[in-house]
């Protein structure tokens, strides 16, 4: 989950479940055969400076070995709630064509303290939706604690497919008073589209005082070691427990003491493609390296538990996240999308040192922009019009350049027709040299994208002086 959140809670005891309400969803079962999958796709978040706290993605070939994608620049930023996320998961429909992105609405790089954050935080998930893993949804908050009495946070989310009951048992760590006693505990639900919920229960609740944030399971093929899923959680260690129902009794099988030595939690599971072997990922919150793998062929077995150093992560520091096993053709999507993207910045025809670029949110043109993703942006098909163009942010991805009462904002994406066509433009032939392009307003035809005392308007243009004003060279 993070660093230094809420004191570091102790946390020891026994674990119990507790069964949800049925949710059924009329998702198809997989084949029985284990699916092809070629390479590893990881969704996480890179710490609490600026722009750490939003959703990364990295890929690997061998599941060791991990490349930032996007240019090591965010893929997804969140607009709403504390607008930061934390602590992302990857899921995958049963008939493999949906996925969700679910995680912490928290922004503890906005000022937060980690008190008020578990007292007084967000009591919802932001959940993303796409259909190919490169084209996601606006988000949406999903209030999974809305309705747990004194709830101070919803922190941590995890989600799995119960093939028993069809449908996913999503579950997530809450602070909260029970029987007199107010900690974390995890809570779960059932769920089929991440948008409603059965009522949330208590699914884990350590003895006593202790409390708990940080848990993930994984179904292991012919139940491997004895049990069909094992979960790891963070107590004072990572402890590792194995069960044959999600929501039976889960048995101890021992914890990573000996490997970890403590400063360690965000347990994240990932199997091998090639091989019946898996990394349990621990995120060393207490040295500030990020994650770390443990190996093991038999996760019931936890002295057989292993550590490495034949692992790299990539130039961005890797937090709390999740590992999807990809297929061929979601990891063809996925490459061609975010491994080497294009990005292009708009120049000034008569200020040729000054690009547009945005400024908390406001639109202009200036010389030696810093940071310089503030200055670039995806050419995309017209949010209004395929055949237009529209203009998303690199740093602040699904925000677009939007026109506002003839003024210009880089605004989050809306799902409205308003918005859609407000962030839409004609390109056409350069008003003062055709060997360089200006645009139309999508919605307003005769008015042109340019600059007035170095600020982005939309105007009519008449003038030489207006001309070379709405003007831009599109570069890299």
Avoid at 51 to 62: F, K, R
């Amino acid at each position: 989950m993070s660093a230094s959140r809420s004191a570091r809670l102790s946390r020891r005891g026994l674990f119990t479940a507790a069964a949800a309400a049925p949710l059924v969803a009329a998702f198809p079962e997989l084949a029985a055969a284990q699916t092809a999958y070629t390479g590893y796709l990881m969704a996480h978040f890179i710490g609490e400076g600026t722009g750490g706290e939003q959703i990364y993605l990295s890929h690997s070939d061998n599941g060791l070995n991990w490349t930032d994608l996007n240019r090591s620049q965010i893929v997804l930023r969140s607009p709403i709630g504390t607008q930061g996320v934390r602590d992302p998961i990857i899921v995958r429909n049963q008939a493999g064509n949906r996925y969700w992105i679910v995680a912490t609405d928290l922004r503890i790089g906005s000022g937060t303290s980690w008190g008020d954050a578990a007292n007084n935080g967000s009591r919802n998930l932001v959940v993303w939706e796409s259909t190919d893993l490169v084209n996601w949804s606006t988000p949406w908050l999903l209030g999974v604690a809305n309705s747990i009495g004194d709830a101070g946070n919803a922190w941590a989310p995890e989600a799995i497919w119960d093939a028993a009951a069809g449908n996913f048992l999503l579950y997530w760590a809450t602070n909260s008073t029970l029987n007199g006693v107010k900690k974390h505990r995890i809570w779960s639900a059932r769920t089929t589209d991440f948008r409603t919920i059965t009522a949330p229960q208590v699914y884990i609740n350590l003895a006593g005082t202790e409390g708990l944030i940080d848990t993930q399971i994984v179904e292991v093929p012919a139940s491997t070691g004895g049990y069909r899923y094992y979960r790891a959680s963070k107590t004072t260690q990572i402890v590792i427990e194995g069960s044959n129902a999600l929501t039976g009794t889960w048995t101890r099988l021992g914890d990573l003491a000996n490997l970890t030595g403590g400063g360690v939690e965000g347990p994240m599971w990932q199997k091998f493609n090639d091989r019946t072997e898996w990394a349990l990922w621990l995120d060393q919150y207490a040295t500030g390296r990020g994650y770390m793998p443990v190996l093991t062929t038999n996760p019931a077995a936890v002295s057989g538990y292993r550590t490495t150093s034949g692992y790299s992560l990539g130039a961005n520091l890797k937090r709390h996240g999740f590992v999807l096993n990809l297929t061929q053709a979601e990891e063809t999507r996925v490459l061609g999308r975010y491994q080497a993207p294009t990005w292009n910045r708009l120049q000034s025809y008569n200020f040729q040192d000054r690009y547009v670029r945005h400024a908390n949110l406001d639109v202009r043109i200036d010389p030696g922009v810093s940071p310089a993703a503030d200055a670039q942006f995806r050419l995309v098909p017209g949010l209004a019009s395929s055949s237009a163009v529209s203009f998303e942010s690199v740093n602040f991805p699904g925000y677009y350049l939007r026109h506002v009462n003839y003024d210009f904002v880089l605004a989050p994406r809306e799902t409205t027709a308003q918005y859609s066509a407000d962030a839409t433009f004609n390109r056409v032939a350069g008003l003062a040299d055709a060997s360089w392009s200006s645009f139309t307003s999508y919605n307003y035809p005769t008015r042109y994208l340019r600059h007035y005392n170095y600020l982005l308007r939309l105007d009519p243009v008449s003038t030489a002086t207006e001309r070379g004003d709405a003007t831009f060279r599109v570069t890299s």
